[in-house]
């Protein structure tokens, strides 16, 4: 009866494989001793000390209930039954290998292109830089970028056809993580020649919410932070697909339109439009990257986000 117990004893304990099998690190060091004929040559290859090599030696022969190495003064030999956990322990090393190599793979068919999808003014106005700041850390990987209105780019996310996108709207789409990466603020601007040019007080609320306007369709990011800020539908003079697209038409005096601070920047300064102030219309709004929800960006588009919080117009913390 004592001889079956001492045999019970010795044998490893049913449970998970992973608490039955050495690990790779446990499977390599035997594989170096065994090469070697020296744990402490195997410990100096592998780049750990001696006294980690046996200790980790004698918990895999208590894992198995095997003696597996005999250690003299001349060196350390393997027993039988450690030359026999040898040649498996190198089928499952190779097989890790080809695991590792298949990962390594996938890694970088990964990393050679980066599919980005963005709202128009995020498109148009901060994304080359970025993107040209990616290129400067991912040489080799091909970017495409699909600019459409914030409720295309969450289509596309959650599709599959782009791996990071970035919107301007007041809600997140649903089925998307997000992280705040910018803020902006809409303008009221018209043409110089425009009546509200000449105004001595700012527009009020209700004054702009009953102005035909020069929009950007519906499902843009513009358009919702609009509609919101004067608590209904803004009025339509002109709904048009493309930022650059309404700019244009206001500069041509068609009437006035409402676009991001950073759109205007440069027909500000050539007076080609004016700033027409509004009062009591909350028209800030937040810039997000987004991404399907529990998919957290990785290798180009994990940097891209990176980059656009190094961007003096990034302002955000940690992905929520």
Known sequence: MSERRGQDEARPAAGSLAHRVPDLGALELLLAVARLGSLGGAARELGITQPAASSRIRSMERQLGVALVDRSPRGSRLTDAGALVTDWARRVVEAAEAFDAGAQALRDRRDSRLRVAASMTIAEYLLPGWLIALRGHRPDTAVSLLAGNSAGVAERLLSDE????????????????????????????????????????????????????????????????????????????????????????????????????????D??????????????????????????????????????????????????????
């Open 162 to 265: 782009a791996d990071l996108g970035f919107v301007e709207g007041l809600n997140v789409p649903t089925g998307l993580d997000s992280a705040v990466i910018a803020h902006d603020r809409l303008i009221v601007v018209a043409a110089p020649t425009h009546p509200w040019t000449r105004r001595r007080r700012p527009l009020s609320a209700r004054e702009l919410g009953e102005t035909p306007l020069i929009l950007r369709e519906k499902g843009s990011g513009t358009r919702q932070v609009l509609d919101a800020a004067l608590g209904g539908l803004a009025r339509p003079l002109i709904e048009l697909s493309s930022t650059t697209a309404v700019k244009a038409a206001a500069v041509r005096g068609a009437g006035p339109a409402v676009l991001s601070e950073l759109a205007v920047g």
């Open 267 to 320: 027909e500000l300064a050539m007076r080609r439009l004016v700033r027409v102030p509004v009062q009591g219309v909350a028209l800030a709004r937040e810039l997000r990257a987004v991404w399907p929800t529990g998919q957290r960006p990785a290798g180009p588009a994990r940097d891209l986000l990176s980059l656009t919080r190094m961007s003096p117009a990034g302002t955000s913390g940690p992905p929520r």
